[in-house]
Structure formats: C-alpha cells, structure tokens
T-cell receptor, first 117, second 109 residues
C-alpha cells in the first residue's frame, strides 16, 4: 500500500512562530504536493515539487516555503505563522514526472489540522 | 482563470442512485479526477477520465464531456458508507490538479 505520512494530525502554534509540517512517502514518487483545505474553498495548491531540490509555486504560496532535500520527504514551512493560516494541510504524492502526458492518481496523507492562536 | 463548480450538498436514500455534477473552465485540460473524502480522512482516488464517455467501476461510474466542460459521478445502490464529500478535480497538466469545493453527500436510511 502507498503510504503518505504527515508528522502531526493536530498542531497548535502561536502567531509569529516558525512552523514545520513534515510529509514522507514510501513509494518513490517523483511528485509531491502541499494543499490547504478550507470550508467553502476546497483544496488549494500551495507548492509542489517534481524532483529533489525542485519546487514550484502553486496558487497560494504567500507566507509559505518548502524544502525537498530527499525524494521521500517534503516539508512545508510557515516562516511566521498567522491566524489566517489556520487550516487543514494535506500532503500528496504522485508517480509521474513533469512533462510526461497524462495525469496520475495522487495519494494523500491524513492531513494536519493547524490552529494558529 | 480556473473555475470548477459542483453542488455544495446533496441528500439521497440508501439503495438509490445519485448523480453529482461538475462543470469546469480551466486554462489547459488533460482529464478529470474524482476523489472521495470521508470526514476527517484523506481524499482517496475514485476515477480519472481523459476521453469523452462513461467509465464504470463497480457501483461508481464517471462521465466526461470535454466539449461541454462537464463531468458527473454516478453512484448506484447507495450505502450508508457512501456518505462523504466528493471532490472533482481538473488535471491541467504538469501534474497539477485544480479542485472544486467538493459535494457533501448525505445518505439516509
């Protein structure tokens, strides 16, 4: 079974803190993604990576950064957490490289519910 | 721009058939995904349509019309466990998905 594991299910952080959300996948997938999910807005792409040390901005990258030092691990960083970053964060991976035609199934982690107070 | 529309909520009765519609307008389109998400859980893959037409997979079927920018997910013989959110997502290329806001389906006895 493909497994995408996020380090925490629930996190509470204070405004201004630096926050790290970690994600690990065990299927050797090239692509990894970070989404946030908010009621009425659906899943929105923050950043994605199609290879080690490669990253691309998604639709809402402001206030976030990412790191992919190893193929299996993709980290989302909130440099200075704010209350409007309170959300459910979902990591996903998929097995196809950028540039190849056709979509592939994305496998999602269980999500991290982050509350910034 | 990117726009994916699907109903917010639907209700149905156990054993019935329900159709969840999705319309999309995206810059670039290479296929349409449907995911199921139970409350508090990760989304899981249901189907992927690239070509026009109906694809059947057990109790679930998915339809795509590229010319109309339209897809639907058909669920037959509804069961209580089908109560979940159903997410429509357009694949716009380079492994990027644009998601709709999801349709919450409530199945009652």
């Amino acid at each position: 079974d493909v497994k995408v594991t996020q380090s925490s299910r629930y996190l509470v952080k204070r405004t201004g803190e630096k926050v790290f959300l970690e994600c690990v996948q065990d299927m050797d997938h090239e692509n990894m993604f970070w989404y946030r999910q908010d009621p009425g807005l659906g899943l929105r792409l923050i950043y994605f990576s199609y290879d080690v040390k490669m990253k691309e901005k998604g639709d809402i990258p402001e206030g976030y950064s990412v790191s992919r030092e190893k193929k299996e691990r993709f980290s989302l960083i909130l440099e200075s957490a704010s209350t409007n970053q309170t959300s459910m964060y979902l990591c996903a991976s998929s097995p196809r490289k950028v540039g190849e035609t056709g979509g592939t199934e994305a496998f999602f982690g269980q999500g991290t519910r982050l509350t910034v107070v | 721009g990117q726009n994916i529309d699907q109903p917010t909520e639907m209700t149905a009765t156990e054993g019935a058939i329900v159709q969840i519609n999705c319309t999309y307008q995206t810059s670039g389109f290479n296929g349409l995904f449907w995911y199921q998400q139970h409350a508090g859980e990760a989304p899981t893959f249901l189907s992927y349509n690239v070509l026009d037409g109906l694809e059947e997979k057990g109790r679930f079927s998915s339809f795509l019309s590229r010319s109309k920018g339209y897809s639907y997910l058909l669920l037959k013989e509804l069961q209580m466990k089908d109560s979940a959110s159903y997410l429509c997502a357009a694949y716009t290329g380079f492994q990027k998905l644009v998601f709709g806001t999801g349709t919450r389906l409530l199945v009652s006895p």
